[in-house]
């Protein structure tokens, strides 16, 4: 039973990280000022954080992955179409009831781009269209960088929120020195050293958690300082009941487009992991950089996004399960007696 518990918590640390970043950041709200004076540690953590993203991400699957050009169109319209129009529709009974916090928080996980490792691992598990997953991985998170912004913004507007053109234009220049420049940098280290970044993934890939868990940690103990914040922590029963709610469905509609468009069960199983979920990697950077002009706020739009994550990979797990009964079904009535 030990053995079960500590297997259980090294493959879930990553979620135990967030509860400790999101604890210890309400604990000592004044560390941040200490650890990160003037945004510089964030900085440079989300610098090397998308420097490595660049150097893992999977590019050469673009190049391989083009010949199923419906399950792509399907999957990166649901992503920055379905998913950006569904959030804003079914948030306006709400507008009045949420913090202005948590909507922009609600919205910025509304336009991010499917994740990478989570999504392929479970596609491959469940025994779907792996190429197709890691190609709508790679092509949405190098299309995200550009589009998330534009659309967060976007859907502010929308939401009766607008922002001003200097601060998008301020926040652009931010993502592209910030996300852009890097990836870029990442890529063309790739290129040279594509046998170490296959190697060395996993590594790099815990080195990138970390770094999220620090970016969190940071904005969750600056946002701490607010004597607001706590008075609001009431609020976010009825916004992380929403995103649950919304998760499901946007589940079953991701499966009904799959079935409508008699997509293969390898490909409605690509459909499911790369369609609905949304990345933690780019979302933090991303919203950090988008709301830096407003530490106060972040914390708690960034709450959000922490609760989706954690409850797309819970529902991720009862979906792989399910798919794998369902294929050891098919392969005993498809075994001779």
Not at 305 to 318: D, I, K, R, S, T
Request: some cysteine; overall charge positive; hydrophobic content about 55%.
């Amino acid at each position: 039973m030990p053995r079960m518990t500590l297997s259980w918590l090294k493959r879930n640390w990553f979620l135990f990280g967030i509860l400790t970043a999101l604890l210890l950041g309400f604990l000592i709200p004044g560390v941040e000022l200490i650890l990160n004076p003037n945004g510089i540690a964030r900085t440079v953590l989300i610098v090397l954080l998308f420097l490595i993203s660049g150097f893992t991400l999977p590019s050469e699957a673009i190049a391989s992955g083009l010949k199923d050009y419906r399950l792509h169109l399907f999957v990166q319209s649901f992503v920055f179409v379905v998913i950006p129009l569904f959030f804003l529709l079914t948030t306006l009974p709400f507008r009045s009831a949420w913090d202005h916090q948590l909507y922009a928080g609600i919205f910025a996980v509304a336009v991010l781009p499917t994740t990478i490792s989570s999504c392929i691992v479970f596609t491959q598990v469940s025994g779907g269209n792996l190429m197709g997953t890691m190609f709508n991985a790679a092509l949405a998170n190098i299309i995200g960088v550009v589009v998330s912004p534009l659309l967060l913004s976007l859907l502010m507007r929308g939401g009766g929120d607008p922002i001003p053109a200097s601060e998008i234009i301020r926040i652009l220049k931010s993502l592209a020195l910030q996300m852009l420049v890097p990836i870029a940098c990442g890529q063309i280290l790739r290129r040279f050293f594509r046998d170490t970044a296959v190697k060395q993934k996993k590594r790099l890939s815990v080195a990138s958690n970390l770094f999220i868990l620090f970016i969190l940690f940071f904005a969750f103990s600056k946002t701490a300082r607010n004597p607001d914040f706590l008075a609001n922590l009431r609020s976010l029963i009825g916004p992380f009941g929403y995103l649950a709610a919304a998760h499901l469905l946007l589940l079953g509609m991701a499966y009904g487009g799959a079935r409508l468009f008699r997509f293969s069960r390898e490909n409605t199983i690509s459909v499911l992991y790369a369609a609905p979920q949304k990345t933690l990697a780019v979302g933090v950077p991303l919203i950090s950089t988008y709301f830096a002009a407003n530490p106060e706020i972040l914390g708690m739009a960034l709450l959000p996004l922490v609760f989706y994550h954690a409850w797309q990979l819970l529902v991720a797990g009862f979906v792989k399960s399910s798919s794998l009964v369902r294929e050891t079904e098919r392969l005993k009535l498809e075994r001779p007696t």
